[in-house]
């Protein structure tokens, strides 16, 4: 992976003990200020742009991939931005783990692995569990916001959707200013619009 080298992801790495338990937000962005999530942020591109246009929000990247998520950090440090951290870790795990109750005003999906073979299906993302977590997570009006390219995963999400009443679907709003005809301007959106994919998108209250 031919990535920028000699990285510095501190002090944008949130870097915490398994045993940490549920985290303070206020303790870690130093405000009170409504905090959103990015699952699968990938090289930062959403969550640099995020930060940037919305200072008076605090923002938190989760990537797997340890070479994105550094990267992603130290795009965060050499922008001076304050109001964001990445997190090397799954996300699932992370969440159950680290996440307090109605702590989230918006949790954001962006193009997650599709898992397009049958036998992986249950690692995809969104399912019933996840969407719980949601609701535990999310304050009252907290939306999820979900974009995939994949028809099948889009048509498991909506099942899985359709099936599960605690959150209410409801137009999807892209979360940043439009720009270039983009739904969210993650680096897979930009190669993907250039192989002529189409997206779908779903957007979940909390009521």
Same mark, same amino acid.
């Given at each position: =992976?031919? !990535? ?5 992801? $501190? ?7 398994? *045993? +940490?338990? =549920? ?9 009170? +200020?409504?905090? $959103?999530? $990015? ?8 969550? !640099?742009?995020?930060?940037? +246009?919305?200072? @008076?929000? @605090? ?18 440090? %050499? ?6 951290? =990445?997190?090397?870790?799954? /996300? ?20 997650? *692995? ?16 996840? !969407? ?25 999400? %909506? ?6 009443? !605690? ?10 200013? /439009? ?9 897979? $959106? ?5 192989? @002529? ?11």
């Amino acid at each position: =992976m031919a !990535l920028k080298p000699n990285l510095i992801p $501190e002090p944008a790495l949130l870097d915490l003990p398994d *045993d +940490q338990g =549920m985290l303070s937000w206020q303790n870690i962005f130093l405000n009170d +200020q409504p905090v $959103e999530l $990015e699952i699968g942020s990938g090289k930062g591109t959403f969550l !640099l742009a995020a930060a940037t +246009q919305f200072p @008076n929000h @605090n923002f938190v990247g989760i990537e797997w991939a340890r070479a994105y998520c550094d990267f992603a950090a130290d795009r965060l440090r %050499r922008h001076g931005l304050t109001n964001a951290r =990445m997190v090397r870790s799954d /996300a699932n795990w992370w969440i159950r783990a680290h996440v307090p109750d109605q702590s989230l005003h918006a949790l954001h999906v962006y193009f997650p *692995d599709p898992w397009p073979k049958a036998r992986h299906h249950k690692r995809r993302l969104i399912q019933t569990s996840f !969407l719980q977590q949601a609701v535990r997570i999310l304050v009252p009006g907290g939306v999820l916001r979900v974009v995939t390219d994949h028809a099948g995963y889009f048509e498991h999400i %909506r099942a899985v959707v359709g099936e599960f009443k !605690l959150l209410q679907i409801i137009d999807f709003v892209p979360p940043l200013p /439009a720009a270039d005809g983009l739904l969210v301007g993650t680096n897979f $959106e930009k190669k993907y619009v250039l192989q @002529n994919r189409s997206f779908n998108s779903l957007a979940l209250k909390k009521p």
